[in-house]
């Protein structure tokens, strides 16, 4: 099994950034598909940028893509995701997840990923 930690949610200005972090325990290793969602008030859980285990590719949703950054440090067993010119509509708690030699195919999918984080929230204000 893996835990997941985020942490480096709060509040920003429209504008701003902010970095995210995921730190992962118990039976880590490079084979494990790192993925990150959002869930704003009201609205399902959505896709936001994955990274794969075994091609390193990112993957972003068109919402963020240029904007947002995903990456990981297998040797510290983290993951992390930069966030910058943040926008009110990405006000929302987001989650990292994780599963094992998940295909890249599914990253995006959330039904897909087995660990899943507590969450940080995120308020960008405008």
């Known amino acids: 099994q893996v835990q997941l930690v985020e942490s480096g949610g709060g509040l920003v200005q429209a504008g701003g950034s902010l970095r995210l972090s995921c730190a992962a325990s118990?039976?880590?290793?490079?084979?494990?598909?790192i993925g990150w969602f959002r869930q704003a008030p009201g609205k399902e859980r959505e896709f936001v940028a994955a990274?794969?285990?075994?091609?390193?590719?990112?993957y972003y949703a068109d919402s963020v893509k240029g904007r947002f950054t995903v990456s990981r440090d297998n040797a510290k067993n983290t993951a992390s995701l930069q966030m910058t010119n943040l926008k009110p509509e990405d006000t929302a708690v987001y989650y990292c997840a994780a599963d094992y030699r998940l295909p890249d195919s599914k990253l995006a999918q959330k039904g897909w990923y087995a660990y899943w984080g507590q969450g940080t929230q995120v308020p960008v204000s405008s």
């Open positions: 118990g039976r880590t290793s490079s084979s494990v598909a």
């Open positions: 990274i794969g285990w075994i091609t390193g590719r990112t």
